[in-house]
Nanobody, 119 residues
Framework: QVQLVESGGGLVQAGDSLRLACAASGRTSSELYLGWFRQAPGKDRQFVGRIKWGNGLTYYPDSVKGRFTISRDSAQNTVFLQMNAMKPEDTAVYYC????????????WGQGTQITVSS
């Protein structure tokens, strides 16, 4: 089991930067992927990136590449999502999720944190 708790959401203006944190506990290991997702009202959940706990390798979809950066602090068991040049369309509930390399889908989810970007 992996427990995840997000923090850092809120209201920002277009062009601002914001950093979310995801504190992980439980069965963390080098074979864990920590991913970030978001879901806007009335829309499907969208994948915005991931990091592999063991080696720190990241992956981003084209939709956020260059604006979003994921990093980790292994000592604090925390993963961060840095978002720059934010846009109103980034408004959503953001979730941290985890899966092991042997899992076919993300099994562990945080409670989500709301981000609202005003124009």
């Amino acid at each position: 089991q992996v427990q995840l708790v997000e923090s850092g959401g809120g209201l920002v203006q277009a062009g601002d930067s914001l950093r979310l944190a995801c504190a992980a506990s439980g069965r963390t290991s080098s074979e864990l992927y920590l991913g970030w997702f978001r879901q806007a009202p009335g829309k499907d959940r969208q994948f915005v990136g991931r990091i592999k706990w063991g080696n720190g390798l990241t992956y981003y979809p084209d939709s956020v590449k260059g604006r979003f950066t994921i990093s980790r602090d292994s000592a604090q068991n925390t993963v961060f999502l840095q978002m720059n040049a934010m846009k109103p369309e980034d408004t959503a509930v953001y979730y941290c999720a985890a899966r092991f390399t042997t899992d076919t889908e993300y099994k562990y989810w945080g409670q989500g944190t709301q981000i609202t970007v005003s124009s």
